[in-house]
């Protein structure tokens, strides 16, 4: 149960900093208020300029999510005291991926309201099968920021690494998000742009499969 | 290991630089004095013969960083270190040079120097994340960098098969899913090919021969401080 106590470790960490989360709650909601006015008043394609709205401002929250879990981490030594365990690395991967995981669903949760509402777009029955596109890109966004992070770990370039380096990497998925939010709530379908389904779940299985290889190779070196 | 580099290397060494330079002479002499001129666009077509083999080098030096990189976590070599950093800056080169061939093409040809186009748009943010390889690499002066080195190479190449398959996966590709090109213009382009395909040995090696001086006058200064420290509780 390393990968629970890990995750729950990482969230309690985050939950003491009310500064921090109220930071990111803030930074979520005016980028999508920057974002609306730069779009608006008229919007011309509110649903694609809204689908484009809510995976922009969720990837730039969640680099400041990331960063704080990396400081978090450094600043109180919980990353050296972690491989003092001996557990498992995968498993310690595991637990942070779903730290972060568990952090980017909450900005969404944020996010996402305040765009329908702003953009004026979305249905409630395209609800479930936009919290499954949400799972599918936030799996991927946690997987592979998550080793990112770990990359980055010491670095003088990790602002480089996350912020400069993650997005790039991420494209397919990012694609692939914005496609089928866009065809949720222009069409109320996704069976137009079905085959970003596969691919955004290749990400995810891709960075998850990268992380079990790379992520010991990755503790031993910042030994 | 010595600075002395083996003979059969600088035998090989030799070999590849003058094929090198002698393909290129003629690539380029045939580019300019045999390719025919095309009918529509004229003399600044033959930017294909510089475009084309550039891009195709970038993607074999990224892909054989990406070899390097799993040779290197599994072995923990150097060599295999310095192959994948080696690969990538002559990589990183020419795709600066499809990244600027690119565009005078695109002016002639599309009548605009940049377009939000699939492969256009998946080769430059493969430039930026190789760029950035370069650079969080300068940056780690640790004996982590080989590690982090590797993993960033492997990681990177997941786009290397999204810019191969992007004029397939989007529609409203400008760029052709196969070069079908006959006769002369054919023969010259792969004779391009195989010129710059050669340079790029060529320049690795130059590159290795490098790290190899590197690496060794490193294992002399390490063995001369070691025989300079006396063992602790030993007395002359």
Redesign the interface.
Known sequence: MTLFAVAAKDLKLHARDARYLATLVLFSAALVLILSVAFGPIFRDPAREASATVWAALFFAGILGLTRALDLEGESGGGDALRLTGSDPYALYLGKTLANFLLLAGVFVLVLPLTAIFFDVGDLRVLPALLGVAGLALIGYAAWGT?FAA?AR????RE??LS??LF??L??LWIGAVKLTHALWDGGSIEPVRDWVKVMAAMDV?GLA?AAW?YE??Q???E | MTAQLPGWWRMCAIGIWAAAGALIAWSLWSVAARAPVEAVMGPVQKIVYIHVPSAIVTLLAFGITFAAGIAYLATKQWIWDAVGAASCEIGMVFATVVMVTGPLWARSAWNTWWTWEPRLTTFFILWILYMGYHLVRASIRSTSRRTVSAIMGVVFFVNLPIVWKSVEWWRGSLHPRNVTMTGEMREILLLSMAAWLVFYVAVLERRLRLEWMREAALSEADAAASAAVPLKGVTA
């Open positions: 080793l990359l010491g670095l003088k370039a480089l690494l400069v380096l790039p990497s494209v397919p891709l990268l790379l190779l990755l031993e070196a910042g």
